[in-house]
């Protein structure tokens, strides 16, 4: 195949999760089964399948959010930057703060916008003074284009933004604390198309400095947003490849009924 | 590769796959018969046959520009991926592949009225013919094995197209000779040589339908030249 677009669309290929043989239960629910997966540096990524797949599953084990979950039992191995992040000596909230998550629906603190961003560098003593912390606020909230619509209202609730204003918020305190990772859970599903439009944008910008990997129902979106996608199916990882691949000439016939739109 | 034949869980998608996967068929019955009537007007100088097939020109562009329509809707309702997408594109290049074909028809035809008023030249009218006949196969071959995904066939209409090739080859030197014979004969032998010519032509359009074909099934684009058996540009007569 000519792989002249893969050297267009994916500027890095450094690896920056490893996940090998792993395997998530819930109870006695199989829910991931043996998966291998190389997520890229400055690369978005995106989890395809239909519900119940696994894949938002294994989007939480990439920074243990699975971890508050009674009876959930992750196994097999995953490393950032060749660092097994499920080691005893690894603090999951130093974790999350390098692997940053925004979810399906915006959920902005009950605080003022500027809280918003700025909690997470405070608790993480990222800065030493004010105005230290006002620039952080300022550029976060630059990088999630939303610095020109809140400049003027920094100290207004968060919760009083529109929906796509919130989760561009959502996403400004998620990079506040400077990850490698950000993982995106269905952000744009409560949005409209516009507000989806910008943060697909926003997506697109900011995987010149992170890795993202992005869960989403929409096909279209994967296809707009990502240069590698994976598509699950009941808990396996089917097919990995680079995105206009998978959507021209997908390998695996469950890959092509599910992208397709048959029943498979 | 993949090729997925089970139905959308939207049908009206498969209606419409269908209907303009349809449209290519019976624009592909409709250049095979334009090029059987002018193949049949030239041997039989037959004036009125070809004023047929020039007029029926008309018909294939409209259904070219009816399935760009199609394509074009399918593409923007239905955001087609995968097979359903290749489809799509292999529809819209076959579809200008056809009526490249049905010009080359329209033209053969309008030789065929000019040739009537000129003395025969020796038998090159029935070869001419035979070379036509031996690319409306190739024709058929080419939309046959589009219809029944079969990847395999495309790839013999893609071998086959030399045997065109040889066609030519043997109707250019003949046409050569009855040139070299008689000054009389260049005008009428200009003429049947640029209706092999555009039979020739013909029959490379059945392999790059071919080819849509081969993209279709597998996901690849053939690679490597395709045997090539045409030695009138690379050698002297």
Redesign the interface.
């Known amino acids: 195949m000519n792989d002249m677009r893969m050297e267009n669309r994916v500027d890095a290929q450094t690896v920056k999760i490893e996940a090998r043989k792993v395997q998530v239960h819930y109870g006695t629910t199989h829910a991931i089964k043996d998966v291998d997966v190389d997520i890229l540096d400055k690369t978005v990524t995106a989890f395809i399948g239909p519900s119940g797949c696994g894949k938002s599953t294994f989007l939480r084990t990439l920074n243990r959010m699975n971890d508050t979950i009674v009876g959930c039992k992750v196994s097999g191995r995953i490393t950032l930057e060749g660092e097994d992040i499920y080691d005893a000596r690894v603090d999951p909230v130093q974790l999350r703060a390098k692997v940053g998550m925004v979810f399906q629906k915006p959920n902005p603190f009950p605080k003022s916008i500027y809280d918003n961003v700025a909690y997470g560098p405070k608790i993480h003593g990222l800065t030493r003074n004010k105005t230290e912390l006002d620039e952080i606020v300022e550029k976060c909230l630059r990088k999630a284009a939303l610095w020109g619509e809140v400049k003027d209202r920094l100290q207004s609730p968060g919760t009083g933004l529109s929906g796509g204003q919130q989760q561009r918020l959502c996403i400004a305190r998620a990079i506040a604390t400077g990850p490698e990772v950000l993982l995106m859970d269905e952000p744009c599903s409560a949005l409209d198309p516009i507000a989806t439009a910008q943060v697909e944008e926003l997506i697109d910008e900011l995987r010149s400095q992170f890795s993202v990997v992005i869960v989403t129902h929409s096909m279209q979106q994967a296809a707009r947003v990502s240069q590698k996608t994976a598509f699950f199916h009941l808990g396996n990882l089917v097919e990995y490849g680079e995105t206009g691949q998978i959507f021209t000439n997908p390998q695996d016939p469950r890959t092509e009924s599910y992208i397709s739109g048959r029943i498979g | 590769?993949?090729m997925?034949t089970?139905?959308?869980?939207?049908r009206a998608?498969d209606r419409d796959l269908e209907a303009v996967q349809a449209l290519i068929m019976k624009m592909g019955g409709m250049v095979e018969a334009a090029l059987d009537d002018a193949a049949t007007a030239l041997v039989h100088r037959d004036e009125e046959l070809a004023s047929r097939v020039r007029q029926g020109d008309m018909a294939i562009d409209a259904l070219e520009e009816q399935v760009h329509a199609e394509c074009a809707r399918l593409i923007a309702l239905r955001?087609?991926?995968?097979?359903?997408?290749?489809t799509v594109l292999s529809v819209m290049r076959i579809a200008s592949s056809l009526e490249r074909c049905g010009d080359y028809a329209k033209n053969l035809a309008k030789r065929a009225t000019v040739l009537v008023q000129m003395s025969p030249v020796g038998g090159s009218s029935a070869s001419i013919a035979r070379m036509a006949k031996s690319v409306q196969v190739l024709l058929k071959d080419a939309l046959d094995a589009f219809i029944q995904r079969d990847a395999k066939a495309a790839h013999h209409v893609r071998q086959s197209d030399q045997e065109v090739d040889q066609f030519y080859n043997a109707i250019f030197r003949e046409l050569l000779t009855h040139m070299m014979e008689d000054p009389r004969n260049i005008t009428p032998a200009m003429h049947l040589h640029f209706i092999a010519k555009n039979i020739e032509r013909v029959g490379d359009h059945a392999t790059s339908i071919a080819e849509q074909v081969i993209y279709l099934v597998t996901?690849?684009v053939p690679e490597g030249s395709r045997p090539k058996a045409d030695v009138t540009s690379t050698k002297e007569g």
């Open positions: 590769m993949v997925n089970d139905q959308h869980i939207l998608f955001s087609p991926t995968a097979t359903d997408l290749r996901g690849e």
